[in-house]
């Protein structure tokens, strides 16, 4: 699936479940200026296959306003609802192995069985040798025998995670008959190229999940960089549930200048008078890794945080 180059090529994979805000638009800066200043490509992949949480209008909403910004991608655009064969072929290659089994149980039923995990009930196998009671199975969950998984994050540092206590088996395809993200988003990053990964902080926990799907399926593991999130006063990540304030387009140069400022990046010695141009191929240049806040989390500037009130700046 790759062809084996060391060409950097990265990617920006937003679900379409709403407009770009400012958390968001940190992903897809942060993963736009890695990939340019290691002279390398940079790819858009929409996220669409989850219906049920879908915007209508919003893919063409986030692609119009990348382009507003002077975000310009390599290559076509890839929409995972396109790629849907490639995700049955990865299921069947893992239920071939031996590796999947059908799971019966709700979600209410595993939080109410399941030893608490650091971030969500680690299942605790109730279906593994079979569902009891002969109940029909809701989702196929993949069978996790492996020890420790490390990652060597480049802004985070080193992460351990142990699947079998902190996660349990999990969940490739859902109980609506949906492909899981987990799976999804490691055949596109294979089927795409991508060597290096530039993403929010909040999938960071999901990186050893989909380590070990790579080695299961004998597909590359790409390098990984997750950034700070951008969060409300109130410690919550920006998101639709939060109501974040869709990024305006008013006055771009500003807007790009408050991300460069949460990145902790250089600015030019008159960033206001910069043209987009400009500044775009001064942060381009000036792109320091080893300024980024190593957290997970930061305050969003305060007019990006709710839909409602006035726009944020004028032109």
Request: net charge neutral.
């Amino acid at each position: 699936m790759n062809d084996g180059k060391q060409t950097y090529r990265g990617r920006f994979a937003p679900s379409p479940t709403g407009p770009l805000h400012f958390g968001s638009l940190v992903a897809a800066v942060g993963s736009y200026l890695d990939a340019r200043h290691h002279h390398g490509e940079w790819r858009v992949r929409i996220e669409d296959i989850d219906p049920p949480r879908e915007v209508p209008g919003a893919a063409d909403d986030i692609l119009k306003s990348l382009e507003w910004f002077g975000m310009q991608w390599d290559g076509a655009l890839h929409y995972q609802s396109r790629n849907l064969a490639r995700y049955r072929q990865a299921l069947e290659w893992l239920e071939q192995g031996g590796l999947l089994y059908g799971c019966a149980c709700t979600r209410k039923e595993i939080a109410d069985s399941a030893a608490p995990g650091e971030t969500a009930a680690v299942y605790p196998g109730t279906c593994r040798n079979g569902i009891p009671g002969g109940r029909p199975a809701r989702a196929l969950r993949l069978r996790v025998d492996c020890d420790e998984i490390t990652l060597h994050d480049r802004l985070q540092g080193t992460v351990r995670q142990s699947l079998g206590k902190e996660v349990g088996d999990f969940i490739v395809r859902r109980a609506d008959n949906l492909v899981a993200y987990q799976l999804a988003v490691v055949v596109d990053d294979a089927d795409q190229g991508i060597t290096r990964v530039v993403r929010g902080v909040d999938l960071l926990d999901s990186t050893p999940r989909q380590i070990y799907l790579q080695r299961l399926l004998e597909l590359p593991t790409p390098g990984y960089l997750h950034l700070p999130v951008a969060t409300t006063t109130a410690g919550e990540k920006l998101g639709k549930q939060t109501r974040a304030r869709r990024i305006g387009t008013e006055n771009p140069v500003a807007v790009l200048l408050d991300v460069l400022r949460f990145l902790n990046q250089e600015l030019p010695a008159t960033p206001d008078d910069a043209r987009m141009e400009e500044l775009w191929q001064w942060a381009i240049t000036h792109w320091d890794t080893t300024a980024l806040p190593a957290c997970r989390a930061l305050p969003a500037p305060a007019g990006y945080l709710h839909q409602s009130g006035a726009a944020r700046r004028p032109a």
